[in-house]
């Protein structure tokens, strides 16, 4: 239901005046790295850009399975059947450059969305959430209810994807900066059941020991927002990540503290639109104010905010807002057309 | 008289010949190399029609390009499978392999070939570690594999802090990306050679035939003098170096050694590992290989999957229909010998 009513209100966006002439003949492909609930906004956002721009298509293309080689291998057969422009969650963020690289060589636009490329690489940019902010934000807002001191326990994603260790190590600098310990670090669990298995050993060992959890995926959050609820002790504080219905029904209540929310949607959305702009003839400018991460100098963050209980009614609204103004000065800022 | 005699014995040698020819082409209609090689025609005539773009240079040069890393995936498992084993860490030895490779180059800034050779020693050392363990401990290939999986990966990824190595010599990525007559991947060609080499080991060497025999009848082997223990080692060290050569031609493909490259644990490459073999005629109880019928196996299995993205089937519907084609496949094969038998032509 929250689902639809983000998708409902970021629909007022075909509201937004644009100049710009769409190509028909712009067959976009929106390609996560397999089925992963976070992606599932970008069917409609694709959807809804190629109707409001007038774009050939812009398809959600998602490989069966999160697997390299089966991501390589539906990129290639996208060529194949005529797609000429590509938004891409890599796989791997150096593994992707090569069929990135080979994918802008036929002349498509390529951008990697929800996580970058390792530059050097023939992307035009990378737009996504800023993990490694997100976390240290979340874990700023956790200490804020916990106070110095606390002991705190992250739980977290796959260990062969590099935004984890930014993300362990935004979630230490955090830690550190405001007195608290992370006592444990249980990462390679954004799976349902590694997620099921291990947070729910911890927590029946180690209940007692912990102040605070901090979640810095989605399946860990939702897993780890159950268990508290399961546990019924709301000594516990947590912040997780992304607006699951298990989450945010369990911030309502009282069992998670907050959710740090990203922006899939916008992503999906905007990334449709300006890949049709690129292929029109519009280039990304010389001195666009791109920011850096650890993977990329062509970063640009789509937007993250912490949605607690007063806000959780109204989170399709801070999201609304974030890509409404992306949106807006997206064209002016970041392209010459 | 004795004319009569050698027409008589003419006519028989005639007789005898033709029988022996007419027996041969049968042999060949029975095997599993032959079913596998209708299938692939078959199919590429279904997926040709429905989507024409799949005979373009770009599909066949990708096709041929994924194929080649599956067929020596195959390739890896058939050899252990020959022994009546298994081995689970083909995609942790492969990638431990690639990015030990990576390391030379980027860090001691070794010549691509020399590196190339190192990754592939990683992969011999660790196939001959499973060798060892098994033979000492007397336990399956399945369980110490199982282990040897995770321990493989997991040092690896402690190791590396799971970064990958991307300078890597411009000729050997070159290589990857090489197309011969715009449709031709070289790892391809690699792949017929590999392909070549184990054919000509298992079919005119001693060795070879020692390593089916061990896997035959590990108590008959042993009776006959053959080192049984060190054929199993050898077995799981040539594994080893054959998943290195993937994880090796993955490295020159993508430009880079990745520790994603085999999925978590080296998990992806599990089913390509078994598909191939065992498509193939590969006898899961050992003492028997078909390395054309892993070729085709191997090749077939990654026309499907290929076939049914051009097609657009929903993506979620891809497995099954895979999981379908295969069993249709594996049906036709069947209908094909029993129809032969019916017909009295075997």
Known sequence: MQFKRLISALLALT??????????????????????????????AGADAAKKFGLGSADYKVPQKWELGLQNQMLESLVTLGYNAFLIFPGDPVGTVAIADELADTGAPVIALAGCLKDPSKAVFCMGTDTGNSAYL???????????????????????????????????????????????VIADIDAPEPAEEKINAYLAAHAKDVDGIITTAWVPAVVASSALRKIGDKRIKMVGIDHDEVVLKAIKDGFVHGTMLQNPYGQGYIGSYVADRLRS????????????NALTDKFIDSGTVFAGVNDVENYVGSMQSITNTLFEGFESTYLDC | MTDIRQERSGAIGHVEQRQSSRLTLL???????????????LFALIFSTVSPAFLSKFSLYALGRTAAVNIMIGFSMMVVILTGGLNLSVGAIGVSAAMFGGLLMEAFGLPWPLAIAGGLAMGAALGALNGVII???????????????????????????AESYRDISPVFTGFGRMKLFA??????????????????????????????????????????????????????????????????????????AIPSMAGQLGQDWLLPAFLG???GGTLLTGGRVSVLGTFLGSFLVTMLTTGLLLMQVGAFWVQTYLGLLLLLAVLLDLFRRSYLTRRKLI
Request: charged fraction near 15%.
């Open chain 1, 15 to 44: 509201a937004v005046p644009t100049l710009a002439l769409a190509d028909s003949s712009s067959r976009v492909a929106l390609v996560p790295g397999g089925p992963h609930p976070y992606f599932a906004a970008w069917e409609q």
């Open chain 1, 138 to 184: 979340g874990t700023k807002e956790l200490l804020k209810e916990l106070g110095s001191g606390a002991k705190i326990a992250h739980f977290t994603g796959f260990l062969v994807d590099p935004n984890t260790q930014l993300r362990i190590d935004a979630v230490n600098k955090a830690a550190a900066e405001g007195g608290a310990e992370v006592i444990q």
């Open chain 1, 281 to 292: 003839g519009c280039k990304v400018k010389a001195d666009a104010p791109f920011k850096s």
């Open chain 2, 27 to 41: 042999r060949l209609l029975l095997s599993n190399e032959f079913g596998l090689l209708v299938l692939i025609v």
């Open chain 2, 135 to 161: 033979v000492r401990s007397g336990l399956h290939s399945f369980i110490i594999t199982l282990a040897t999986m995770s321990i493989f990966f997991g040092v690896m990824i402690f190791l590396t802090r």
């Open chain 2, 183 to 256: 449709i031709v991947s070289p790892l391809l060609i690699v792949s017929v050679l590999v392909a070549v080499l184990l054919s000509v080991l298992f079919r005119y060497t001693a060795l070879g035939r020692e390593m089916l025999a061990t896997g035959a009848n590990e108590r008959a082997a042993e009776l006959s003098g053959i080192r049984v223990n060190r054929m199993i080692t050898y077995c799981h060290m040539l594994s080893g170096i054959l998943a290195g050569v993937a994880g090796v031609m993955l490295v020159s493909r993508t430009g880079a």
């Open chain 2, 277 to 279: 073999p065992v498509l």
